[in-house]
């Protein structure tokens, strides 16, 4: 089902843009390769879990890690901050 992540996943790597504009090649490009046909699917609760980590592993490398200044360190972001400031809901 997701032949192409690679792919898709590398683009964000290699694209020296802006994170906004990364969201919308996001939102525009990958979700529509990846739901291609997709009103003729019958998705499994496995199937939504595989898209939903794909897609937070995407938004992950768009919007990159974040400084918590009550540790003092860098750290990834949670599914939660991710959709919070993407303001989209899980599959």
């Not at 990846?34 to 595989?50: G, H, P, V």
Request: proline residues 2%.
């Amino acid at each position: 089902m997701l032949t192409n992540h690679t792919l898709c996943y590398n683009i964000f790597l290699k694209i020296k843009t802006y994170r906004r504009n990364k969201l919308s090649l996001k939102n525009t490009v990958i979700d529509e390769m990846l739901t291609c046909a997709s009103e003729t699917w019958i998705l499994t609760k496995r199937d939504r879990k595989q898209m939903n980590i794909f897609e937070r592993k995407v938004y992950r490398k768009i919007l990159g890690p974040v400084y918590d200044n009550e540790k003092e360190n860098w750290r990834i972001l949670t599914n939660k901050d991710i959709y919070a400031i993407v303001k989209k809901n899980p599959l």
